[in-house]
Each structure stands twice: as structure tokens, then as C-alpha cells.
């Protein structure tokens, strides 16, 4: 049997933390809107009144399954790229979407810069799925169809109610199908061809942590939140009434009811929603100064009282702070089950399995200990799916993901990564003296992430100013 480790772990990374987005545009918005490990695209607008914010792109795979189906009679082209079309219809269903996904009260650019900042991120992708497709990188159907699955599994559906909801929706399957193949390889390119550029040597981290101490000793925090949208032009009335549904919420979550099921229940913010409304471990610079100011009174695992910004009420929960200056970081000891996938045993019927397994967990007829070690196909299994304890970012992000929405204690749904599907159960948390080499590690994370986005600006010109790029004027 396989060890555990080769399953659900990465290479270990003591205090890391989450990615930068990759650009302060709309770059990419088709991978960004309900992924947890970015910030939705509301809670960056922090720029004075007289800046217009723009949307923030990112690197991840998105979950949302709407991405066509917006009706339209007639169509131009705006720009041609390497003979690739872009078309007024795909500019207005980027718009339509971003606009569909922001929470009520969202400060949006204008009208017409959104357009053009959406117009410049299809451009940007054009032209790197090209450069992808001329160094031969492609992603293969078996991966596509993984990631589909995956999709379905976190949306609670079955393949067969993903396309029937689609169906429904008047959206083409095979062009989702598509344009999720585009994401996947969108991911892969950027991440590997910007990642090679950035290299730190010895002198620039020394140079780093003796000049700027600051910098890499800044508190990250992973915090949840609820949001509870007040109309903009809502009465006195709707006020007190959206509060009072605000500081129910809040209290049943502050006595321990599952606060990443109550975000899926009642959050208005779509682009949390789904990972329970966790924004990711990430420096308090990148988070919305209400959230760092609300978690800066709160320990990891509390829930704040109610408070209120533009966009509505919100419940804050912090999951998790970091501060390399204090030398210390989140450990989580864990447990698992896994039921591996093949074309044998698809994705759909090991969910079932899986979901029969919990409902017996849950119910008190077993242990979970006892159906790990009967049918947990990974070496953990023996000692009852224990894992031990891990540092942030050593499993998968899937499995990452579930687990942090966890308290102690808690029982995971059935979650889909590479491996199969997993029922993850957290057992504690601690805080953990970071060493010298950890602390160094940490700060060299902290540079690269630093230097990921420039790195990445500076590569997509130069794929730009390489590429065949028509402008048309709207007819």
C-alpha cells in the first residue's frame, strides 16, 4: 500500500502562504470568481474615490459552472489576435458576469472601463493560449474530465446533474467543456513560465530579511465571512430587519454551528460562498481594513459580533493567523479515508460510497477510525487515517481547502482531489515555533510572491508585444 504522504501531501513548506493575484486588472476573471484562495474582487476595492478600482485576476481554477448562456442578436469583432476573433458577445458575457457576481453595494469601474479592462484580459489570454498551444502544451481530455468531475463534486451534483443544470440553463456542454481546458492550461503556462523567471539567491533573502524586517514578519490571516447584502436604496426597515437576520447568523455560529455551512446558506458574496467563506491565508495588506481590524480583537476559531460596510453586514470568523516575527505558525493534525478513482470506479460512485460512510460516522454506528482502517485505500488507513500533524500548504489544495473550513472535530463532505475522494476529519490545531530555516523559508515565500506579479506583467508584455494584434472599431 501506498504511504500516505505520496497521496495528499507536497513538498513541505513551513508559514506559506497564499499566492498574489496576478494582476490588478480583470485578467483571467473566467479563473478567479469563487475560488477561496483569492480575494473576491469587491474586498480589494480599497483605492481613495477618485481612483477607479479594477479586478483583480488570479491563478486558480474556478468552480463557477454559468460561464455561457447570455442571449444575444447580433455580434462584431473587437480585436483579432494571432487570427483568433474576439467578439463583442465575449466582452459583454465577462462583463455580465463580473457584474452578476459582485455582492449589492460593489464599487465596479464605469461601465465602459470595464469593458476595456475586460477586453485587455481577453486579449492577454488570446495571446498566451496561443503561446501555449505553439510549445505544445495542451491538457489532456482525462484531466478535463477530472477537473469536471471535481467541479460537480463541489457543487454537490452528480455529472448527470451538472448537465442537466446546464441543460436548463440553455448552456452548451461542450463549450464549457472548452473553456474550462483554456483555464487548466492557462493555469499550467503561468505558473510555469513565470515561476522559472523568479530566482532568489542567498544575498537577495539576506538582503531581505536585514533591510526590510517588516516585510516579511507581516501577520497573514485566513478569515471567513458572512456577508448579509443591504440593497443600496434599502429602507429603514430592511436595515434593522437584513440585521437582524445578521446577528441571528452570528450567534449561531458563534455557539458552533458549522460556519462554512452557514456562508453557503446565507452569504451573498459568491465568490466565498462555496469554500465556506474563507478568503485564504494571506498578508492583512491584501484583505479589506474592516477584516483586519475585526480580526485583530478575535483568537483563531472566534466569530465577531455583526459589524457593517458598504456592501452590507457581515459575520468574521478568524481561522487562522500567522506572524513570522512571533516564530510561529498553524499546525493541523488530520484524518482521512480515501477511496481511489478509475475508469472502474468513477468519481460519482465513490462520492456515494463515500456519503453512505459518513452518514454511518455521523450517525454513531461507527467510528471513523474503524472505516479508515476497513476501507481506506492508503497507507493511513492502518492507523485509522491519521496523518499526523502537517504545516500550512502540505496537501493539496483540495484537501488544503476542506480542511481548514473544519473545527475540531468536524467531518468533511466527500472531497475530490488527484487522488480520489477523500472524507477528511480535523482532529486539532496548534501554534508552532517556527526555527531559523523555517523563518527563512517564510521570507523567501514572501519575496517570491512579492515578485510573482512584476515577474508575470513583465512576461505577458513580451508575449504581447510578440503577438499579432488587430484592433476593430464597433460597427
Known sequence: MTDHTTLTRRAPRPATRQPRALRALVQGLCLSLLVSTTAPAWAQFKQSPNVTPRIPGARNLSTELKIEGMQTTADYILAVVNQEPITHTEVEKRVARITDTAPAGARLPPPEELRKQVLDALIDEKVQISYAKTIGMDIPDAEVDGAIENIAAQNQMTLVDLRARMQADGLDFQRYRNSLREQLLLQRLREREVSSRIQISDDDLNAFMKED??????????????????????????????????????????????????????????????????????????????????????????????????????????????????????????????????????????????????????????????????????????RGGDLGWAAPGQFVPEFEKALTALQPGQISEPVVSRYGVHLIQLLERREVQLNEQQKREAAKQVLRERRFEPTYEEWARELRAAAYIEMRDAP
Do not use: C, W
Request: charged content about 20%; hydrophobic content about 40%.
Open 213 to 382: 524586517p517588516a516585510a516579511h514578519s507581516e501577520v497573514a490571516l485566513n478569515v471567513a465571512h458572512i456577508l448579509i447584502a443591504v440593497p443600496e436604496k434599502a429602507t429603514q426597515v430592511q436595515v434593522a430587519a437584513l440585521l437582524t437576520k445578521a446577528q441571528g447568523i452570528q450567534e449561531r455560529a458563534a455557539q458552533g454551528a458549522n460556519f462554512a455551512q452557514l456562508a453557503k446558506e446565507f452569504s451573498a458574496d459568491t465568490s466565498t460562498r462555496d469554500q465556506g467563506g474563507a478568503l485564504g491565508l494571506r498578508e492583512a495588506s491584501r484583505l479589506p481594513e474592516l477584516f483586519v481590524a475585526t480580526a485583530a480583537k478575535l483568537k483563531v476559531g472566534q466569530v465577531a459580533p455583526v459589524v457593517r460596510s458598504n456592501a452590507g453586514f457581515h459575520i468574521i470568523k478568524l481561522i487562522e493567523r500567522e506572524n513570522s516575527a512571533q516564530a510561529t505558525y498553524t499546525q493541523q493534525r488530520a484524518r482521512h479515508i480515501l477511496l481511489r478513482t478509475n475508469p472502474q470506479q468513477p468519481v460519482s460512485e465513490q462520492i456515494d460510497r463515500m456519503r453512505e460512510i459518513r452518514k454511518q460516522i455521523v450517525g454513531g454506528q461507527t467510528s471513523f477510525a474503524q472505516m479508515a482502517r476497513q476501507y481506506s485505500e492508503d497507507g493511513s488507513g492502518a
